[in-house]
């Protein structure tokens, strides 16, 4: 610590005397150093003070792993979200295409053994709506012709993602069924 005194000025000595001062001065402990405080009755004290050093910085460690969750969400969430937006959206421009109504209504002919006609599809999240299905049945069968209008069908999620929806309630609003006098035998119901 500086003297107190304001006229006090250090002395003066050359690059010699202070390099015998360092060589004359105890060894120091690890780290520690002599430290001389004077205290206010004029007495003077030393402490031995070591300096504090830290190997483990919480601070720091802490900092440089929410550095790296940050970089990590950013390189790889980003970009998954990203993928998985684009899937969505391709998705859903699938299912609202033509295609996928010509490819439905064949598998729906194919299921039911009728020829199959879905006028009107509308995909939303998880809800399929068509407002005309039209069934042509075949000769001699007793459908004739049956027409249905609006359709609404709640699918599963897992439906997007496979060739095969698992519809969990089916709505129809109305339907008309036209049928044929069967020929041949007939037997009563």
């Known amino acids: 610590m500086p003297p107190t005194d304001p006229n006090h000025k250090p002395q003066p000595f050359s690059v010699d005397d202070m390099m015998d001062r360092l ?12 430290v001389t405080r004077e205290v206010v009755d004029g007495r003077s004290v030393e402490v031995v003070r070591k300096r504090k050093r ?12 929410l550095t790296r ?4 969400t950013l390189f790889v969430g980003l970009p998954l979200l990203l993928v998985i937006v684009a899937l969505v959206v391709t ?24 020829r ?8 939303k999240g998880v809800i399929a709506a068509t407002t005309n299905i ?7 069968g ?17 439906s997007f993602f496979s060739s095969n929806w698992i519809v969990h309630n089916l709505e129809i609003q109305s339907g008309n069924f036209v049928l044929h006098k069967p020929k041949g035998n007939t037997t009563a119901f």
Do not use: W
Not at 23 to 34: N, T
């Open 23 to 34: 060589k004359a001065r105890p060894e120091e402990r690890g780290s520690s150093r002599i």
């Open 54 to 65: 830290r190997t483990h910085q919480p601070k720091k460690e802490r900092e440089k792993r």
């Open 69 to 72: 969750m940050k970089r990590l």
């Open 91 to 114: 998705t859903l421009f699938r299912y609202q295409s033509e295609s996928f109504r010509a490819t439905l209504s064949d598998r729906v002919s194919e299921m039911l053994g009728v």
């Open 116 to 123: 199959t006609e879905i006028r009107r599809l509308q995909v």
């Open 134 to 140: 039209l069934v042509t049945g075949e000769e001699g």
């Open 142 to 158: 007793l459908l004739k012709e049956a027409e249905f209008g609006t359709i609404k069908g709640n699918f599963a999620p897992s």
